[in-house]
């Protein structure tokens, strides 16, 4: 398996803006899907954002389209997730997962593909 570490977390005001990191470790990065989950409290973990080995494709949940961006740098084994005009309804705790993926554009928002997972990292918007 993978290991991922998240990184960027933090307490912002609504309207401002956070980038998360995600390095890896221990596998070939590229031959992962990788993908943002988050969990509020007292919500069960939803689908943010996921991108494709090469980065070509990418999929947002309609909550946050338009406002965070994911990436990823093969080159230093690290996915982004850029958070722009952040929300209180945007605080939770932030995990990043890999989903090995043999086909080049497989993209998933189905949360038990995701075979490792980061510890995660808290973001809070103040109102």
């Known amino acids: 398996q993978v290991q991922l570490v998240e990184s960027g977390g933090g307490l912002v005001q609504a309207g401002g803006s956070l980038r998360l990191s995600c390095a890896a470790s221990?596998?070939?990065?590229?031959?992962?899907?990788m993908g943002w989950f988050r969990q509020a409290p007292g919500k069960e973990r939803e689908f943010v954002a996921a991108?494709?080995?090469?980065?070509?494709?990418?999929l947002y949940a309609d909550s946050v389209k338009g406002r965070f961006t994911i990436s990823r740098d093969n080159a230093k084994n690290t996915v982004y997730l850029q958070m722009n005009s952040l929300k209180p309804e945007d605080t939770a705790v932030y995990y990043c997962?890999?989903?090995?993926?043999?086909?080049?554009?497989?993209?998933?928002?189905?949360?038990?593909?995701?075979?490792?997972w980061g510890q995660g990292t808290q973001v809070t918007v103040s109102s």
């Open positions: 221990g596998r070939t990065f590229s031959n992962y899907a």
């Open positions: 991108i494709s080995r090469s980065g070509g494709n990418t």
């Open positions: 997962a890999a989903d090995f993926a043999p086909i080049l554009g497989r993209l998933t928002t189905t949360m038990t593909s995701y075979k490792s």
